[in-house]
């Protein structure tokens, strides 16, 4: 008999085929036909068709694809830590550079600002110079006078008076204290 791994009884095929009024070995021959067709489309559909190790071969394959792609985005995550601290430490000098600028700054604004003040104090504190006295034109020479007929010297001193009484106010040194916040 005609037994093989083919899905169907090749003899039972037989014994239908001669019920049905074909002769014992015609169709016998007919069934010899069939299994060759058969083992030739499954011979050819072997080679193309899985089979349990094929899966098992392709299944190790991926899980060694996942290992590697896993590596290369762990390199990849590591690379992009590694420039993401970098970057937050030059973002980090930037802004001790600039906070150093702003240092500087506040420094200068302060400094100017207390030269201002200690200037403006000095200004309102009035710097009194005593007045030089009248010098005496020289002998051979008439002294000067202004259109009244007045000396120019006797005139500088009545101006100078004039000055000194509606000039500053002399503030002493206690109260300058307390403008400034010091006493």
Same mark, same amino acid.
């Given at each position: ?28 021959? @007919?069934?010899?036909? @069939? ?26 394959? +991926?899980?060694? !694809? ?6 290369? +985005?762990?390199?990849? !995550? ?5 420039? @993401? ?9 930037? @802004? ?19 030269? +201002? ?45 004039? !000055? ?17 916040? !010091?006493?």
């Amino acid at each position: 008999a005609l037994r093989g791994s083919f899905g169907f009884d090749t003899h039972e095929m037989v014994e239908k085929f001669a019920g049905a009024g074909f002769g014992r070995e015609r169709a016998e021959g @007919m069934m010899r036909a @069939m299994v060759g067709v058969s083992r030739d489309v499954l011979g050819r559909n072997e080679a193309t068709l899985a089979t349990k190790a094929d899966f098992a071969h392709l299944r190790s394959e +991926l899980q060694i !694809l996942e290992k590697a792609d896993f590596a290369v +985005l762990k390199s990849d !995550l590591q690379l992009l830590e590694k420039r @993401m601290e970098t970057n937050t430490a030059n973002l980090y000098t930037e @802004m001790e550079r600039v906070e150093n600028r702003v240092i500087k700054w506040v420094i200068g604004t302060v400094g100017t600002s207390v030269a +201002l003040v200690l200037g403006f104090i000095r200004l309102s504190m009035g710097d009194k110079k005593t007045p030089e006295p009248p010098q005496k034109p020289p002998a051979e020479q008439p002294p000067a006078t202004n259109s009244g007929g007045r000396r120019f010297m006797e005139d500088e001193g009545d101006r100078q008076d004039e !000055l000194s009484s509606m000039g500053s106010k002399h503030i002493p040194p206690h109260e300058v204290k307390k403008l400034i916040g !010091l006493g």
